[in-house]
T-cell receptor, first 114, second 115 residues
Framework: GENVEQHPSTLSVQEGDSAVIKCTYS??????FPWYKQELGKGPQLIIDIRSNVGEKKDQRIAVTLNKTAKHFSLHITETQPEDSAVYFC?????????????FGSGTRLQVQP | KAGVTQTPRYLIKTRGQQVTLSCSPI?????VSWYQQTPGQGLQFLFE???????NKGNFPGRFSGRQFSNSRSEMNVSTLELGDSALYLC??????????????FGEGSRLTVL
């Protein structure tokens, strides 16, 4: 089955700096890659996603890049703010019959120091 | 538009007991998935229901079961609870259909503690 590895497990940055979280996946059939943000005591919230036919996607201060050949994708947060502090999860999804579950990475705890 | 609602939010059980958790998806969503979140294992897929049928199942023992009702609400049940079942159980809903990208919307979770 699919295996998603996520690095780093913890990341501390100064407010205003950029943060980058990287994930690799094993199943070349995966074609949808969402990123979730989970704040303390809450469920994961989708913040951005990318499909396998796209190499990069941006939404204000966050962007995601995908390299299908290398099977890795990354989350980039620019101009970080204290409210960005949370646990971030990457995931991979195989969109075909019989395999309809997200496989999550192990999470990255991002701490933005004011 | 209301989000995904899970009840109860917190519960404490003892080993050997059973528990039932409930999930109401976003209105109009027909797919409900369940995930277990623990510090050691992360987010792991339990099962997915669509139109009252289990469509996919993760690698969990038969003690974990679920069902979906005609209004898309779902329940999951864990029987003969073990200490290791202590976790945050997350429900996620999606519109779904054969062309679904898999975009999931999660609830706040039900935190189960087994003593």
């Amino acid at each position: 089955g699919e295996n998603v590895e996520q690095h780093p497990s913890t990341l501390s940055v100064q407010e205003g700096d950029s943060a980058v979280i990287k994930c690799t996946y094993s199943d070349s059939a995966s074609n949808y890659f969402p990123w979730y943000k989970q704040e303390l005591g809450k469920g994961p919230q989708l913040i951005i996603d990318i499909r396998s036919n796209v190499g990069e996607k941006k939404d204000q201060r966050i962007a995601v890049t995908l390299n299908k050949t290398a099977k890795h994708f990354s989350l980039h947060i620019t101009e970080t703010q204290p409210e960005d502090s949370a646990v971030y999860f990457c995931a991979a999804f195989v969109r075909d019959t019989g395999r309809r579950a997200l496989t999550f990475g192990s999470g990255t705890r991002l701490q933005v120091q004011p | 538009k209301a989000g995904v609602t899970q009840t109860p939010r917190y519960l404490i059980k003892t080993r050997g007991q059973q528990v039932t958790l409930s999930c109401s998806p976003i209105s109009g969503h027909r797919s409900v998935s369940w995930y277990q979140q623990t510090p050691g294992q992360g987010l792991q897929f339990l099962f997915e229901y669509f139109s009252e049928t289990q469509r996919n199942k993760g690698n969990f023992p038969g003690r974990f079961s679920g069902r979906q009702f005609s209004n898309s609400r779902s329940e999951m049940n864990v029987s003969t609870l073990e200490l290791g079942d202590s976790a945050l159980y997350l429900c996620a809903s999606s519109l779904d259909g054969t062309s679904s990208t898999g975009e999931l919307f999660f609830g706040e979770g039900s935190r189960l503690t087994v003593l």
